[in-house]
């Protein structure tokens, strides 16, 4: 629900849908994301049931599609606070993926770790791509390597079911491709203006766009030049900044 409300929000203009997803976030992080674990109940004014890999992932994905709309520190704190926590509590150094419970969950008499997309993609899926999308733009080698690793333990069963397998191909074609991301930093009103302008000539590229006092760690990091300033990046290198729109279409050829 939130990652749909984010993205509708973002591509038809909706700043109520995207009104929504922050509260939906915030509701979450209040209620049911306590000591950097996420819960999976709230009932009777408390959380109840530690989350599984897909809770994690999922909101990853999530926190990720609302920072593309409408940028909140909050919400990348929130991020990488559930990225370091899923990678501590669900991953398996010595196997090289996710598995669904945490180390510290009920015990099992099998600790199922899952590659197949059911009716919802793989959680270890999911947790590629968030790891691809999140160790890009903030030059984290170390999550873009882990991501590496799950396809890699991953890869048997993607040559002999690749049917079965759709959520994580798309996320290994995201690691071997790479992707093209656009920086956007400014002043609120220009970057407003700049990412509809982009948005209503189809642009696809992933975007970020923040305001030029705030200072996030990786690629996102660039200074602005001007009332709004582009940068076009690929996986961790980026091009020359970009201070004129049309500039900035013609090189995306929008």
């Not at 926590?85 to 196997?95: I, K, T």
């Not at 999140?134 to 873009?144: F, H, I, P, V, Y």
């Not at 705030?214 to 709004?228: S, T, V």
């Amino acid at each position: 629900m939130i990652k749909g409300l984010a993205v509708a929000g973002r591509l038809l203009n909706k700043p109520d849908y995207i009104q929504a997803a922050e509260q939906a976030v915030d509701f979450i992080r209040e209620n049911v994301f306590v000591d950097n674990r996420l819960f999976s109940v709230y009932q009777d004014g408390g959380a109840r049931q530690r989350g599984y890999l897909d809770d994690y992932a999922y909101l990853i994905d999530a926190l990720l599609a609302l920072l593309q709309a409408r940028w909140r520190n909050v919400d990348m704190e929130m991020a990488i606070a559930l990225t370091e926590s899923m990678l501590h509590h669900f991953y398996d150094e010595g196997v090289g993926a996710f598995y669904f419970t945490a180390d510290d969950s009920e015990k099992l008499f099998h600790r199922p770790m899952n590659f197949t997309d059911d009716a919802t993609p793989a959680g270890n899926a999911v947790a590629v791509q968030g790891l691809t999308r999140m160790g890009t733009a903030l030059g984290n080698e170390s999550w873009l390597q882990t991501a590496e690793k799950v396809v890699r333990t991953a890869w048997s069963d993607l040559e002999q079911f690749p049917h079965a397998h759709c959520a994580l191909l798309n996320a290994t074609m995201q690691i071997v491709q790479g992707e093209p991301l656009v920086v956007l930093r400014g002043e609120p009103a220009e970057l407003k203006h700049w990412r509809q302008a982009l948005l209503e000539a189809g642009s696809s590229h992933t975007l970020w766009a923040m305001p030029s006092q705030i200072r996030p760690a990786g690629i996102l990091d660039k200074p602005a030049l001007g009332p709004c300033t582009a940068y076009v990046c690929h996986a961790t290198q980026c091009a020359e900044p970009v201070e004129e729109l049309g500039r900035l279409k013609a090189i995306l050829r929008l």
